[in-house]
């Protein structure tokens, strides 16, 4: 008898029993971001951590308006001003211990600088000096990675083989709204996941992928939803909210330290810059939501709390506003010296060893140097793209 | 001093043992991949592994190859050594991002601070009757990005060798594990001590006089069954094995060419904009008053890599080697 003829008789059997495995809902985050500067909770933040936050974000600030003052007299090749997200920047590099580690994007020098790399090492790879400039096992930061979201399984690679050697270590990963649309986003979070990695993932949405708005990017609720569907709890914060951010990537942090796996945390701010020093912000954006912005400024909703409260005088203003101002005299005046680089650096770290094609290469490169250092050489040093 | 008889063993085994023993030797060494673990590999290279050293070390992965090779970035960066396997070459290509803009250049853009020692195995070519995308010949993708070395054995004691060496590098290495000789079987003895093949240097595995066959990985054995056939035509010809295409060894290749003054360079992949142009100007600008005629190309067609009822037309084969072989008898004008 075919399944046809018994069709009368057909009673359908009951699906083998399945079930969600984890209860979406303490995963999801909350409808709104999460605030406390101008809340109740404000008064339960630790007073210097509050001041901390301030002096980080001026400095920030005006790291920011130097590093972007340097583009305009060639020397930096070419500067993401992360002006407007300082918050984000400087919670990420103040959440962290230092055996933890860092893992920022091309836009996040800021981050570097505030855990404590020098300002000029942090620009290398904007200067045009070098693509890393610093040591990252010294400082527990990661190259500033440009490809999108292409250092988010680096970090999870990190924080996982950290757990494995038994190492009370956690990763911290930055990246942008346009980088979760990228694969190793997904791959990056699925991993973390899975593996119940130490890792942190804060997401700095700042409504655009260079011209692309969020919503011509996802159609995600939020990208903190995001989290659900990997197993992890997504976080919405005000990403312009210093105390907040402080507060939730603390969380994270904790939480991963402890065993309990990845956060997903989407930091909502804005880019008031351009997207780098090249970038016409004017043909895909208006003034009017610039300005709304503006006024929701990371630096001037610490200064009201604290100055509310009577946590910041007007000295205390002109103290942080001048420490600015050193780091930023003592930037401009490094970053005027011309670097010295030394072209057979090209040959020196491409393998361990290098190969013998790259032997030969070397040779031709030192000859060609010495007939340029040559006095009395017909083609003469004056020239430098002379012809054969 | 008792003789030790040799059995004979596949490079598979031989690659397995490699495995283990590296990873009994350093327990930074860590084995990871989809399906490594309690399957074995879907070639059973790492069979065993994960029982032996724990899931820790030997990973089933999730279904992502990009994912593994970033995570083993990351693994490596905090001091591990991983070993991932691609599973089939064209499941490398996922992954490509993660090699060309950080596996290869993590040394060079620290300056040499952050090197990365890991191992991309990656089973490669044709010649088993495979499915699209399961026989891809990748290596000229690879060779062209600085900073990975490129090895390939052709044989069960190369197999062992290279890859322990491949393991020890402090640099990454994409290991390129010929899949049509995962079954082929060598007098090999596991229980003798193996040497440890330094990655750089090619091998002249039969001695001739009349033209050099240049060649690597799974192309080594057709060659050398051409070479005998060649007997016949009254050709004596060298076999060179190429086992690391980067770095690529011009001494062994040119001395050979040099007392041979012909040669033929012999590989699976693709011609135009494959192995075999960089081989043969490498050659032409080493040996060029000793060549008695052009160095010739056989490879692969240029196409997509067939399906596999037609793959025998494809592949390098004895006749078409002895065709070029042939043609070596060159005189100018012709």
Known sequence: MTVMEQRGAYRPTPPPAWQPRTDPAPLLPDALPHRVLGTEAAAQVDPDLLRRLYTELVRGRRYNTQATALTKQGRLAVYPSSTGQEACEVAAALVLEERDWLFPSYRDTLAAVARGLDPVQALTLLRGDWHTGYDPREHRIAPLCTPLATQLPHAVGLAHAARLKGDDVVALALVGDGGTSEGDFHEALNFAAVWQAPVVFLVQNNGFAISVPLDKQTAAPSLAHKAVGYGMPGRLVDGNDAAAVHEVLSDAVRHARAGGGPTLVEAVTYRIEAHTNADDATRYRGDSEVETWRAHDPIVLLEQELTERGLLDEEGIQAAREAAETMAADLRARMNQDPVLDPMDLFAHVYAEPTPQLREQEAQLRAELAAEAEPDSAAGSESEGRGR | ?334
């Open chain 2, 1 to 334: 001093m008792t003789t030790v008889a040799l059995k004979p063993a596949t490079m598979a085994q031989a690659l397995t043992r490699a495995l283990r023993d590296a990873m009994a030797a350093d327990p930074s060494v860590h084995v990871m991949g989809e399906d490594v673990g309690t399957l074995g590999g879907v070639f059973r290279v790492t069979d065993g592994l994960a029982k032996e050293f724990g899931e820790d070390r030997c990973t089933d992965t999730p279904l992502a190859e990009a994912g593994i090779l970033g995570t083993a970035v990351g693994m490596a960066m905090y001091g591990l050594r991983p070993v991932v396997e691609m599973q089939f070459d064209a499941f490398a290509y996922p992954a490509f991002e993660q090699l060309i803009s950080h596996v290869a250049r993590m040394r060079n853009r620290t300056r040499g601070a952050m090197p990365l020692p890991l191992t991309i195995r990656v089973p490669y070519g044709g010649g088993i009757g495979g499915v699209e995308h399961h026989s891809d010949s990748s290596e000229a993708y690879y060779m062209a990005t600085p900073g990975l070395h490129v090895v390939t054995p052709a044989t069960v004691a190369d197999a062992y060798g290279l890859l322990r060496a491949s393991i020890a590098s402090d640099d990454p290495v994409v290991f390129l594990e010929p899949k049509r000789l995962y079954w082929s079987k060598d007098s090999w003895n596991p229980d003798e001590p193996q040497s440890v093949e330094p990655i750089g240097r090619a091998v002249v595995r039969r001695p001739g006089r009349s033209a050099t066959l240049i060649t690597y990985g799974p192309s080594v054995p057709v060659c050398l069954e051409a070479a005998e056939a060649a007997r016949a035509e009254g050709w004596d010809l060298e076999v060179v094995d190429l086992r690391s295409l980067v770095p690529f060894d011009d001494e062994t290749v040119a001395a050979s060419v040099r007392r041979t003054g012909r040669a033929v360079v012999v590989h699976e992949s693709g011609g135009y904009g494959g192995p075999g142009g960089e081989i043969a100007a490498r050659v032409s600008e080493r040996c060029f008053h000793h060549l008695e005629a052009p160095v010739l190309r056989v490879a692969g067609f240029d196409i997509p890599y067939p399906p596999p009822m037609l793959e025998r037309h494809h592949l390098p084969g004895v006749d078409r080697i002895l065709d070029a072989v042939a043609r070596l008898q060159w005189e100018a004008g012709n």
